[in-house]
């Protein structure tokens, strides 16, 4: 068969010869899109292990451990095993000597003169951090600071030379598929190098600020703080955790994303410390039955469930209200709301906008400090006379004296306390129980069963299927939409 070059006809109309040409175009341009879209797997990551190494490093942490003091059984006096526990424990020696406790892990250097990141459970409780670099040299690192919450820590070296570092890539451009690849000291092993993809992205495990990609790239004990690198060769998350069965890597790792990093490394670097924003209210997620309870017309944003003390309700701030933007942002749930107000400078007055009652107001609000504020004390209210009723399947009574006590609530805490409840109740179902506080039904305080029954029949009069009411469990509270046809 002859081969053919592609000519465009001389003989046809130039109108027809302009559409032939365009459409020649349109087809170089759409293989060329496919063969960039079908990237196949690189030939080799060997020159991009070769120009990183130099930057990871192998951590190494001493750690004094205090002498056990024996066994430590509690054998009651005259017990017939008495005489041979303390025979036991008298062979273990009375003045055994602390011993010291050592722990492998991985970091990468971020600056030429000396910054180097790891995992903050690679280096906790370290009496003493040496750090062996890829070129066989050692030496001893301190502490600059240490963020808990994304397990990052911030370490410093003196060296005579400038270092070899790398940098911060952007984790939010990285794509499911991406190819990735991991470096640290598996094991004790030593330098390592692996590969994978991206697996998924926004992973969330127990943190409040968690943000991390998995990847199929083999991550084992040992690997905790070392890089995960794209293919430019830029740090775009720091691995951090594994899950398997077995403790060995099953194909699913997670690295903490570098936009998460690097803020938590730069506040670490000039402070020594986080500084984190703090809006100083509790929120909950918007489920289905809540919207519908308020007259929402999605589940997007958080719903304010309480405001104490602070900026919040300096501000203006209502428990109830429904943030719906944050300092021109749309907030979609309670997780991107904690996260960008996180990650807000302290002291700054930002715009937030809020749901409340069916119309949209905008807040100014002065951030505190996170650091500074957690564990504040929400304030207390009245005390109202008992009268038990059954109500909504449950036994609801105001909140008396000695039950204040017993449930650990603030002196003139008021609200309805749930005696007992049905368990074929949806309010069951939905996972109330003896002891829970109702505080607030329709978003209107509650401190008597008449208070709560004129709630119902305000919902019904307005056609609500269901009634928001605001719970309180050990001082913590949430939002529970209940039926009331």
Request: net charge negative.
């Given at each position: ?131 062996e670099f890829f070129s066989g ?22 060296s005579d030379e400038p270092l ?322």
């Open positions: 068969m002859r081969s053919q070059a592609i000519a465009v006809p001389e003989a046809r109309p130039a109108a027809l010869r302009l559409l032939w040409v365009l459409m020649l175009g349109f087809a170089l341009a759409l293989a060329q899109a496919g063969i960039a879209f079908g990237r196949a797997a690189p030939e080799s990551f060997a020159d991009l292990a070769e120009k990183v190494s130099p930057a990871v490093v192998n951590i190494t942490t001493s750690t004094t451990v205090a002498a056990p003091t024996g066994p430590g059984f509690d054998v009651p006096e005259g017990s017939p095993f008495e005489d041979f526990f303390r025979d036991f424990q008298n062979r273990q020696g009375p003045d055994q000597a602390p011993r010291r406790s050592n722990a492998l892990g991985s970091g990468f250097v971020i600056s030429e003169d000396g910054y180097i990141v790891t995992n903050n459970h690679v280096i906790e409780g370290a009496d003493e951090i040496e750090i040299e050692r030496l001893d690192a301190k502490l600059i600071g240490t963020d808990p919450k994304t397990d990052i820590a911030l370490l410093k070296v003196e070899t570092f790398v940098s911060f890539g952007n984790s939010d451009l990285m794509r499911v598929g991406d190819w990735v690849m991991a470096m640290g000291n598996p094991l004790g092993q030593g330098f390592s190098v692996s590969a994978g993809i991206v697996s998924a992205r926004n992973r969330e495990l127990s943190g409040t600020y968690d943000d991390y990609i998995q990847t199929d790239a083999a991550i084992n004990r040992g690997n905790s703080g070392g890089p995960l690198f794209n293919m430019d060769g830029d740090v775009i998350g720091v691995n951090t955790a594994i899950l398997s069965p077995n403790g060995g890597s099953i194909g699913i790792g997670f690295s903490m994303a570098s936009n998460v990093v690097t803020k938590v490394v730069n506040q670490l670097r000039e402070y020594g410390e986080t500084r984190r924003g703090w809006l100083g209210v509790r929120i909950q997620d918007i489920t289905p039955d809540v919207a519908e309870a308020m007259g929402l017309g999605d589940t997007r944003g958080a719903l304010v469930t309480d405001v104490p003390e602070g900026p919040a309700a300096d501000g203006g701030m209502k428990s109830g209200d429904v943030i719906t933007a944050f300092d021109g942002v749309e907030i979609e749930d309670t997780r991107e709301l904690v996260r960008r107000v996180g990650d807000t400078e302290v002291g700054r007055t930002v715009p937030v906008v809020v749901m409340r009652e069916g119309e949209t107001e905008t807040l100014e609000i002065t951030l505190g400090r996170r650091e500074l504020a957690e564990g504040e004390a929400v304030p207390a209210a009245a005390q109202m006379e008992p009268a038990e009723k059954d109500i909504l399947g449950m036994t609801l009574g105001p909140v008396t004296d000695k039950e204040i006590g017993e449930l650990n609530l603030a002196p003139g805490t008021e609200g309805l306390v749930v005696k007992s409840i049905d368990e074929t109740s949806e309010a069951f179902d939905k996972g109330l129980q003896p002891g829970d506080l109702i505080t607030e039904a329709g978003q209107q305080k509650v401190a008597t069963v008449a208070d709560l029954e004129a709630r119902i029949e305000e919902a019904k009069d307005a056609g609500r299927k269901s009634l928001l009411l605001l719970i309180r469990r050990g001082g913590e509270p949430r939002f529970v939409a209940l039926g009331i046809e």
